[in-house]
């Protein structure tokens, strides 16, 4: 590893550290309301689910419309280990994420292994699919609660911890698309055909990148359950996969910190807009359609905000200082 990114790691923690102290120093003062965390815990899942579907529709090349089905399956399957009680506090709270990511990336293999065999327009289809039979099943089992909702689950919503766990899915994700891993799935999609005639097992990769964004998708799930202490089916319907799959769109498909930025302005825009309740949808709508028309390929595109090319700059400036 270069000087260049030692030190773009190192200040990216201290940035990581000092929002984490700055925010939950804001919080415990009363400075930042019960309203504002609960909107800053809702901006830390909605990072996770966007750049989970950036793996898949950004780095893979394939659009999905089931998005919200994997975090429905992460939800409930977390919520009902939290409501069994046999892991109490923190602890019991992490096994609930880890056991509500892992049962959404079976789910992910089951579905991948036969959806992506197809591409396009056919696999947005049979994914939109899949998102609404899970639907249908939750509100027809007993032990999800019906079509009454689970109830009792317990809350847990100290922003402090959810806030290391978003920086800590984040950075596993960065770091497995930065691997020998990520770029295999790069290259299918830039080029499927290619990919396998160069010895790339592209069913098992496309296959990987669809249950690593399954298994995120179930981790933020199991974030939003024991948040809300309260599921319906109805809240992962179809306008949820669409808003997810708006801001990897918006921020640009394959940019990581394009989703990041998009996520946190499109949870906070609605709130801001609250006030005016009859035109704040015309309006959001209305940002959308313009950011699409003047910036198509998103925020950033496929690019990258990277601090370590402002830390090259420093270096560069501080190597010609010291030869002056």
Not at 50 to 74: D, K, R
């Amino acid at each position: 590893m270069n000087q260049t990114k030692r030190w773009s790691y190192a200040l990216t923690l201290v940035l990581i550290v000092i929002g984490y102290f700055l925010l939950t120093g804001l919080i415990s003062s009363g400075a930042i309301s019960r309203y504002q965390t609960t909107v800053m815990i809702f901006i830390c899942i909605n990072i996770i689910l966007a750049v989970s579907l950036n793996i898949t529709v950004g780095c893979l090349g394939q659009i999905t419309i089931g998005h919200a089905g994997f975090m429905s399956v992460g939800a409930y399957a977390a919520a009902l280990f939290a409501k069994s009680g046999i892991v109490a506090g923190l602890p019991g709270y992490i096994v609930a994420l880890i056991i509500g990511g892992i049962v959404a990336g079976i789910i992910g293999v089951i579905i991948g292994i036969p959806a992506l065999r197809l591409n396009g327009d056919y696999l947005a289809i049979i994914t939109l699919a899949f998102g609404e039979i899970i639907r249908v099943l939750i509100e027809y089992f007993d032990f999800t609660g019906g079509a009454q909702g689970l109830r009792g689950i317990p809350r847990f919503n100290k922003f402090g911890v959810i806030y290391i766990i978003m920086v800590l899915c984040v950075a596993m994700m960065f770091s497995l698309m930065t691997s020998r891993h990520g770029r295999a799935i790069l290259a299918i999609r830039d080029d499927e055909i290619a990919s396998g005639a160069s010895g790339i097992n592209t069913t098992y990769y496309k296959t990987f990148a669809f249950t690593v964004s399954a298994i995120f998708a179930g981790v933020a799930g199991g974030i939003y359950a024991q948040n809300m202490g309260i599921l319906g089916a109805r809240q992962f319907d179809f306008n949820y996969s669409i808003n997810i799959l708006v801001m990897v769109v918006l921020g640009g498909m394959g940019s990581f910190t394009g989703s990041i930025i998009s996520a946190i302005a499109l949870t906070v825009l609605p709130e801001v807009l609250r006030e005016f309740s009859d035109y704040r949808m015309i309006v959001y709508s209305l940002l959308l359609i313009l950011t699409m028309i003047f910036r198509p390929t998103g925020l950033l595109g496929r690019k990258e905000f990277q601090i370590s090319k402002l830390v090259e700059k420093f270096i560069t400036k501080r190597g010609a200082t010291n030869v002056k």
